[in-house]
């Protein structure tokens, strides 16, 4: 499976992206301020420019798992009913730990994770429980008839 985080849009404050899955638009997402940091850097450097919780991840390819339990929103009751503390959650990124995609409305939300959702208001996603679910159960249904491999890319269009 592949999934492709295309951001469109970084105004300093926070990015503003749209997901595809194996091609297929399915909600859009935003995140921390892209600070133009990418894979090819090193973990050293990526560390200089990073802000702790006010960062992007580097664009890049990562895989994705959904078999780890986070221990913070496994504290969460809407996650443990939904996905029982299961979230998406990136592996190897340089410079960060325990990048997730999760619910949310604004960059506020986010510490350094992506908030799925809809661009619908400047500013912030809306619908975000509905996009979660949605992404969360194409991502469930795929690892679970094939447990296939999932690559996220992150790439950028400004």
Same mark, same amino acid.
């Given at each position: 499976?592949? *999934?492709? @985080? ?14 595809? *899955? ?13 600070? &133009?940091?990418?894979?090819? &850097? ?5 560390? =200089?420019? !990073? ?5 992007? *991840?580097? /664009?890049? @390819?990562?895989?994705? /798992? *959904?078999?780890?339990? #986070?221990?913070? +929103? #496994? ?6 009913? +939904? ?12 410079? +960060? ?12 939300? =986010? ?13 912030? @996603? ?7 679910? !949605? @992404? ?9 008839? /094939? ?12």
């Amino acid at each position: 499976m592949e *999934i492709l @985080v295309k951001r469109i849009y970084n105004c300093g404050k926070y990015c503003i992206s749209h997901i595809y *899955i194996n091609g297929e638009y399915v909600c859009d997402g935003i995140e921390d301020t892209d600070r &133009m940091l990418d894979d090819s &850097m090193t973990e050293q450097y990526i560390r =200089s420019k !990073k802000v702790s919780c006010e960062t992007a *991840i580097p /664009t890049g @390819v990562y895989k994705m /798992t *959904i078999n780890i339990i #986070s221990p913070k +929103f #496994s504290k969460k009751q809407y996650y443990m009913d +939904f996905c029982g503390g299961k979230l998406p959650r990136l592996k190897n990124v340089k410079g +960060f730990d325990g990048i997730l995609w999760h619910r949310g409305n604004t960059e506020k939300d =986010s510490a350094g994770c992506l908030i799925l959702g809809y661009n619908k208001v400047k500013g912030k @996603v809306i619908n975000s429980q509905e996009a979660f679910e !949605k @992404v969360y159960n194409i991502l469930k249904k795929a690892n679970k008839a /094939t447990n296939e491999e999932i690559i996220v890319k992150y790439i950028r269009t400004y």
